[in-house]
């Protein structure tokens, strides 16, 4: 038995004044995942447990089938681990992103203390950009903060994404953080690292001598003023986020017997994947934008259980979660029209083909709704759609939120998803 899981990050949404009063499921042209779910199961999952919230390292490992509550410690731990990083058991790992700040989404762009959070990604910045910024920074640090510089240190990710990890005496476990992506539109300066502890103390000043330093730093890099005559959006700013420690989590292959593999741009799946003991496959094209390869990720896809050896691959798109953050509706719904015909088309096919080889099964859902009017993660319980070698469909004539809930199926605890549908809904 193969199967096939296909993640529309943040595909999930409310209906939009854009569309009519549809959301972007229900707008998008998807005759594949209409065909799939008249004759599958389809319902909703709750991918976001109590006391979490709503975001990829939370939902992306329930639906992988591991309970947030007892393995998420943290998201940057996660996406150190697709990295190759090698934390100890003591080190703090955190997320720093690049991001835009300033009056508007217009601009001007500047960073003082009545500036508001722009772009999370900014202005989804290249990775040589990027590592430049860095770069200038990190040597800045060591020559001004020596003692910091030796204890914290910074990984290069893809685009806006980065990796710091901190060595030293610090803890930061009664600390909060906040994705900037939570808050697009509202002042930075009310989302900075914070603690009622005073014990915290040196910690904050820490992560704010970094933060106020890459302030400097990028407001004078010309890397910086390149990007703003190209009418591109500036880095003004290391945003530093989502820390924990490294997790412990039992390999997905000794929990049910199938060797994964993972296909995505992003890190933090990637990291999921490694510590499930999944293998990530590099699939050359393959972006976290609408500019992505979907038909090779497609292709990648089939070929990985088809002839590639093996029992289930995850395949990870990011782009409509990057859409709805910038509010972008028409690229969300091309991007959910793409998954459908370069993704999910091809997959529709392989099943036909392999239900004469074995078995086939495919689970379709988005891990979030990301919405476009909010340009933020919402914690709705999500449309997902399973069919497949010995899975009964239930009545659903399409795949969209509105019909998902039209089933009546829930699935309360989004981290039993997975056993269900390993076993064909049989309970």
Same mark, same amino acid.
Request: charged letters at 20%.
């Given at each position: 038995?193969?199967?096939?899981?296909?993640?529309?990050?943040?595909?999930?949404?409310?209906?939009?004044?854009?569309?009519?009063?549809?959301? #972007?499921?229900?707008?998008?042209?998807?005759? $594949?995942?209409?065909?799939?779910?008249?004759?599958?199961?389809?319902?909703?999952?709750?991918?976001?447990? *109590?006391?979490?919230?709503?975001? =990829?390292?939370?939902?992306?490992?329930?639906?992988?089938?591991?309970? *947030? +509550?007892?393995? /998420?410690?943290?998201?940057?731990?996660?996406?150190?681990? =697709?990295?190759?990083?090698?934390?100890?058991?003591?080190?703090?790992?955190?997320?720093? $992103?690049?991001?835009? &700040?300033?009056?508007?989404?217009?601009?001007?762009?500047?960073?003082?203390?009545?500036?508001?959070?722009?772009?999370?990604?900014?202005? &989804?910045?290249?990775?040589?950009?990027?590592? @430049?910024?860095?770069?200038?920074?990190?040597?800045? !640090?060591?020559?001004?903060?020596?003692?910091?510089?030796?204890?914290?240190?910074?990984?290069?990710?893809?685009?806006?994404?980065?990796?710091?990890?901190?060595?030293?005496?610090?803890?930061?476990?009664?600390?909060?953080?906040?994705?900037?992506?939570?808050?697009?539109?509202?002042?930075?300066?009310? /989302?900075?690292?914070?603690?009622?502890?005073?014990?915290?103390?040196?910690?904050?000043?820490?992560?704010?001598?970094?933060?106020?330093?890459?302030?400097?730093? !990028?407001? @004078? /890099?010309?890397?910086? #003023?390149?990007?703003?005559?190209?009418?591109?959006?500036?880095?003004?700013?290391?945003?530093?986020?989502?820390?924990?420690?490294?997790?412990?989590?039992?390999? !997905?292959?000794?929990?049910?017997?199938?060797?994964?593999?993972?296909?995505?741009?992003?890190?933090?799946? =990637?990291?999921? +994947?490694?510590?499930?003991?999944?293998?990530?496959?590099?699939?050359?094209?393959?972006?976290?934008?609408?500019?992505?390869?979907? +038909?090779?990720?497609?292709?990648?896809?089939?070929?990985?259980?088809?002839?590639?050896?093996?029992?289930?691959?995850?395949?990870?798109?990011?782009?409509?979660? @990057?859409?709805?953050?910038?509010?972008?509706?028409?690229?969300?719904?091309?991007?959910?029209?793409?998954?459908? @015909?370069?993704?999910?088309?091809?997959?529709?096919?392989?099943?036909?083909?392999?239900?004469?080889?074995?078995?086939?099964?495919?689970?379709?859902?988005?891990?979030?709704?990301?919405?476009?009017?909010?340009?933020? /993660?919402?914690?709705?319980?999500?449309?997902?759609?399973? #069919?497949?070698?010995?899975?009964?469909?239930?009545?659903?004539?399409? !795949?969209?939120?509105?019909?998902?809930?039209?089933?009546?199926?829930?699935?309360?605890?989004?981290?039993?998803?997975?056993?269900?549908?390993?076993?064909?809904?049989?309970?």
């Amino acid at each position: 038995m193969k199967h096939i899981i296909i993640i529309p990050d943040g595909g999930g949404d409310k209906p939009l004044e854009q569309l009519g009063g549809r959301t #972007a499921f229900q707008a998008a042209r998807t005759p $594949n995942l209409d065909a799939i779910a008249r004759i599958g199961t389809v319902g909703v999952a709750k991918t976001t447990p *109590p006391g979490f919230e709503a975001g =990829s390292d939370v939902c992306s490992m329930s639906l992988l089938g591991y309970d *947030p +509550a007892v393995y /998420h410690t943290g998201r940057a731990p996660l996406e150190a681990a =697709s990295l190759g990083l090698k934390p100890t058991e003591t080190d703090w790992i955190f997320r720093l $992103n690049l991001v835009t &700040t300033g009056a508007s989404v217009q601009g001007p762009y500047h960073s003082g203390d009545d500036a508001l959070m722009i772009d999370h990604s900014a202005g &989804t910045i290249s990775d040589a950009e990027a590592r @430049e910024l860095l770069a200038a920074l990190l040597s800045r !640090f060591a020559a001004e903060h020596p003692t910091l510089s030796a204890q914290m240190a910074v990984t290069p990710g893809v685009s806006y994404r980065n990796i710091l990890i901190d060595s030293g005496p610090r803890a930061y476990g009664s600390i909060v953080t906040t994705p900037p992506h939570a808050v697009p539109g509202e002042s930075w300066r009310n /989302h900075v690292p914070r603690s009622e502890k005073t014990a915290d103390a040196e910690s904050l000043a820490a992560l704010e001598a970094l933060r106020a330093l890459s302030v400097r730093v !990028f407001a @004078e /890099h010309p890397v910086n #003023a390149a990007r703003v005559r190209a009418g591109k959006r500036p880095a003004t700013m290391a945003w530093l986020w989502g820390q924990g420690k490294k997790p412990s989590m039992p390999s !997905f292959q000794s929990r049910f017997g199938l060797r994964g593999a993972m296909i995505t741009a992003v890190d933090l799946l =990637s990291g999921i +994947a490694a510590y499930m003991g999944w293998d990530r496959l590099h699939v050359p094209g393959v972006t976290s934008y609408h500019d992505t390869d979907y +038909a090779a990720q497609g292709r990648a896809a089939v070929d990985a259980v088809e002839s590639g050896g093996y029992d289930i691959v995850c395949c990870h798109v990011e782009a409509p979660d @990057e859409a709805s953050h910038q509010a972008d509706w028409k690229t969300k719904v091309a991007a959910i029209e793409a998954i459908d @015909e370069k993704v999910v088309g091809p997959v529709r096919a392989v099943m036909e083909r392999l239900e004469r080889q074995g078995g086939c099964r495919v689970l379709v859902l988005p891990d979030h709704y990301t919405l476009v009017s909010t340009r933020k /993660h919402d914690a709705t319980p999500v449309p997902f759609l399973a #069919a497949g070698t010995g899975i009964g469909r239930n009545g659903a004539g399409a !795949f969209d939120e509105a019909e998902a809930e039209r089933t009546g199926l829930v699935v309360e605890h989004g981290h039993e998803l997975m056993g269900l549908f390993l076993k064909g809904f049989s309970r």
